[in-house]
């Protein structure tokens, strides 16, 4: 069993960036591949980023490249979303899963409450 708990987010303008935190807690979370998803009202759960358990291998939603990055530290049981030029269409509620490095959410079984993310234009 694992625990996830998200921080960071918060209200940014266009442009702007946010730096997601995702605490895990569990004998074996640091051995845990891990991603992050997202959610905006009316919306179905969508992909955003993964990263195997060694941080080795980064995925990414395509329309997401170059303005999102991903990390961990194995060290702290943390696991990072950089979120870099963000846009109004950004804004949603970002989760944290464990487990796979899987794009559909229904693969996951370990969540975090969420952060809420909310850029403004």
């Known amino acids: 069993q694992v625990q996830l708990v998200e921080s960071g987010g918060g209200l940014v303008q266009a442009g702007g960036s946010l730096r997601l935190s995702c605490a895990a807690s569990?004998?074996?979370?640091?051995?845990?591949?891990m991603s992050w998803f997202r959610q905006a009202p009316g919306k179905e759960r969508e992909f955003v980023a993964a990263?195997?358990?060694?941080?080795?291998?980064?995925y990414y939603a395509d329309s997401l490249k170059g303005r999102f990055t991903i990390s961990r530290d194995n060290a702290k049981n943390t696991v990072y979303l950089q979120m870099n030029s963000l846009k109004p269409e950004d804004t949603a509620v970002y989760y944290c899963?464990?487990?796979?490095?899987?794009?559909?959410?229904?693969?996951?079984?370990?969540w975090g409450q969420g952060t809420q993310v909310t850029v403004s234009s």
């Open positions: 899963a464990a487990g796979s490095v899987a794009q559909k959410a229904n693969e996951y079984l370990h």
């Open positions: 569990g004998r074996t979370s640091s051995t845990y591949a």
């Open positions: 990263i195997n358990w060694s941080g080795r291998n980064t």
